[in-house]
């Protein structure tokens, strides 16, 4: 995408607003709500400077400014439109609560998208406020923040703003704006909705943007749409294999909530896996397990679907011809998760080169950690010293025959047991956000104290570092577990 960095504001935001130069069917102008006596609950430092903003600047001016009372002159706030489907049903939607402020340049003219969410209602509220309550943005900035460090690619926070108001859900709750960063909010619902409004050129609009903004390299291509649609498809394939290297479960993969560059977005009832089991749901709203630990990676095969119906009419006028094409390219999705996801779980356990056993050694493992009930992330930290392992687990002869071909395995590779200890603590956290650690600090911060919030983050920020104190690798009880739940936050 070629442009001039524009020149930046006092706070070092350098705006530019390209996607508001499309067809203006993809979105509506939409100012944010002016708070009367807003706060800063939590700023990212250093997120602000990577970005080359003024970061000691924002932080002394309180971030009123982005508390719609003085939006940057060179903003122009829009929200956007997509559609999606929701748990299988099919609706148009768009930024009910989200404005997009602009997208700002860095000085090596990098491109982020810089969104407030919570920042009232919009022409896509359906008659919502358009609100956020703090908890559910401080726990976004908390998760993000945590996925980036555990190196999966991610939207991420630079506030939680404290609007000074009070929002109303079951309960009267504190209101707050995220200002979330990301390489953009195209979604698959996005060409969703350009598809589904039956205007070509608008759809073709979309699709040219969106390879020169994210993959310019596709605009000398014989066919550049299907660059796209294989692209998309293999991003989607590692992300998700990277959740299901850590346990992470998104808890509503609509797909309106996937982005196409391939970043996790939209941390709404997420959580992290305990207890190993494939059917984990903790979403109060997934009644039906669609969304579950296991089921992801066909969701994530299912939403991409719905991404190439939407790319027909640009990958080949003649629609068969179209689906043979998507088909293919469709086709390799399973092959590129199963690779990457494979070759994530082999370092997990220590193993450098590939041999065509090793599926069947990490399946038992998980076979047996879901018969035992073993937590995921510790199994794996302990595999070496099994003395800290569930003690069912351990005491079942199939484990120990597992381990047994295990180090055998490990013994027809050429590195050291070191160099297996040091890849394993590489690739296995020792902190991840707990859930049950996530919640006391949501509720310490809702009774304003913001101190076990930081405490926690810090520890986040180093996931394979063994923390101070203990009590952060501590996994919950089961029974707690079992009935934990978490909500969407709207």
Known sequence: MNFTRPTPDPYGFSFDNSYSKLPDVLFTRANPKSFKNPSLAVFNKSLARSLDLNSDELEADNWASFAGRSIPETAYPIAQAYAGHQFGGFANLGDGRAVLLGEHITFNQ???????????PTPYSRSGDGLAASGPMLREYLMSEAMYALGVPTTRSLAVMLTGETVYRAEPLEGAVLTRVAASHIRVGTFQYAASIKQPKVLKALADYTISRHFPAFVTHLNPYISLL????????KLIAKWMQIGFIHGVMNTDNMSVFGETIDYGPCAFMNTYNPKTVFSSIDQQGRYAFGNQPMIGEWNLTRFAESLLPLLNENQPEAIRIAGECLDEYQHTFRNNWLAAMRKKIGIFNAEP??????????????KHQADYTSTFIYLLNPSQLNEQLIDDGAFKNWSAK????????AQTMQEVQSLM??????????????????????????????????VLLSPYTPPED??????????????????CGT
């Open 357 to 370: 056993s090793d599926l069947s050694l990490v399946e038992d493992l998980l076979m047996l950690m879901y």
């Open 425 to 458: 603590l590489s690739h296995n956290p020792l902190v991840i956000p707990r859930n049950h650690l996530v919640e006391q600090v949501l509720d310490h911060a809702s009774q304003g104290n913001m101190q076990p919030f930081h405490d926690f983050l810090k």
């Open 470 to 487: 203990e009590k952060y690798m501590l996994a919950p009880d089961l029974k707690e577990d079992a009935r934990y739940r978490t909500f």
């Open 406 to 413: 295990w180090r055998e395995r490990l013994s027809r590779q």
């Open 110 to 120: 990098d491109r982020v998208d810089i969104q407030l969410k919570g920042a009232g």
């Open 230 to 237: 294989k692209a998309v498809i293999d991003n989607q394939a």
